[in-house]
């Protein structure tokens, strides 16, 4: 039987991959100090949560605690699993709480669930009951209308003397609905609301606010804020200039720059006419990597509907998808790209610091959380720091 070489032995993977993810630690870590700063006399967190938003947890997640995070948000038992040997005295909040079978890992990993509905917590109660006291958080719903108690029961438990004694929650949590529409009267409606359930938990902390509330002022930040995709340079508050350093930059290996004459067509369905002649860039990039097919240049409804699609930039040009994105490959037009400035095996950024991840997702019809927890499987990646 012939011996297969599976490992990349000649030369740095990253430097001949076809797709690569340049990830700045140094950027992560200096959103963070700014969040932490935003958030005043609150503590600030770290949500990093979905792999810390496609970045890694592991690497985001070692450089957010030797920032000074001490309060973690995960998904998932799993995720905080994971994260716990990279933040080893922090508190790790679960944030979609515990489910019979995991006991050992929350226990074990001294990871905190927060509790969203009665059956979890008829399920945390009777397991503490039977293992001992163990810190929790509860999640109430103040009209998002997704996880968490209903505000009612939850200040009727927050009153009830006959409740167990090991009801005895370290955080509450609330989550907004509209906080990236300051505007938004919902906002206000919330944070009402959740006054009440802070006054009614008097000396337990409270958290409300996650990026975008960060940014609505010192009246939503209470004892904790979370914030999640600011950290990881994403916009927070929509039609707001965004103040974050970008952290993400994506990138495509160019497989070949082609000609084309005026009146071909260029990709599927033929639904992109060239009105000149032109040079074409083919990316090794598509929808399986998360760069969607929405972000086509034609030949979808968007287009159709008058909104423009996606850029990418390389060596100083910002250049256009032509046609549709396939499966594993994107075209790009870069005939006003001179001759000498591109050409097979150089880089497309697809977003980064010259194309900022939300004007993508804008194109995409989405939004940036999307774009970045949706990155596929096939990106080497590359950390880096800026020692101090």
Same mark, same amino acid.
């Given at each position: ?205 409270? /958290?409300?606010? &996650?990026? *975008? ?6 009246? @939503?930040?209470?004892? =904790?804020?979370?914030? !999640? $995709? ?47 002649? /032109?040079?074409? &860039?083919? *990316? ?6 998360? @760069?969607?097919?929405? =972000?086509?240049?034609? !030949? $979808? ?88």
């Amino acid at each position: 039987m012939t011996d297969f070489d599976d490992t990349f032995s000649d030369g740095d993977e990253f430097d001949h991959a076809p797709l690569r993810l340049t990830v700045d630690l140094g950027a992560l870590a200096d959103n963070w100090r700014d969040m932490k700063k935003r958030s005043g006399k609150a503590r600030a967190a770290a949500v990093v949560k979905a792999d810390a938003y496609g970045m890694g947890i592991e690497d985001c997640g070692t450089t957010l605690y030797h920032a000074g995070a001490r309060d973690f948000f995960v998904a998932t038992v799993a995720e905080g699993v994971t994260l716990r040997p990279h933040a080893p005295e922090a508190r790790i909040f679960v944030l979609s709480g515990i489910w019979p079978g995991q006991e050992n890992h929350v226990f074990n990993n001294d990871l905190v669930p927060v509790i969203a509905s009665e059956e979890q917590l008829a399920f945390w109660m009777s397991t503490l009951a039977e293992r001992g006291d163990h810190p929790f958080a509860l999640h109430v719903d103040t009209g998002f209308n997704r996880l968490g108690l209903p505000l009612e029961d939850a200040l009727f438990l927050a009153e009830d003397i006959s409740r167990p004694a090991s009801f005895d929650p370290v955080l509450v949590l609330s989550h907004l609905a509209c906080a990236d529409t300051p505007s938004a009267a919902m906002n206000k409606v919330q944070l009402e609301s959740f006054r009440r359930v802070s006054a009614a938990f008097e000396g337990v902390e409270s /958290s409300l606010s &996650a990026s *975008a509330g960060i940014f609505l002022g010192p009246d @939503y930040h209470f004892d =904790l804020t979370r914030p !999640g $995709i600011a950290l990881y340079g994403g916009e927070a508050v929509n039609d707001v200039a965004n103040p974050m350093r970008p952290v993400a930059k994506a990138e495509a290996r160019i497989i070949q720059v082609r000609e084309a004459g005026e009146g071909q067509t260029v990709s599927y369905g033929g639904s992109f006419l060239l009105k000149r002649a /032109s040079r074409l &860039a083919i *990316a090794s990039v598509g929808y399986a990597d998360g @760069y969607q097919r929405s =972000l086509s240049g034609s !030949g $979808i409804p968007l287009r159709e509907m008058g909104y423009g699609g996606a850029y990418g930039f390389i060596n100083g040009h910002r250049v256009p998808v032509a046609g549709r994105v396939t499966m594993d490959l994107t075209i790009f037009d870069v005939t006003d790209v001179p001759d000498n400035a591109v050409r097979a095996g150089d880089y497309i950024e697809l977003f980064g610091p010259n194309v900022p991840v939300d004007e993508v997702a804008r194109a995409a019809g989405t939004i940036g959380y999307e774009m970045l927890t949706g990155l596929g499987l096939r990106y080497a990646r590359q950390y880096l720091f800026d020692e101090e």
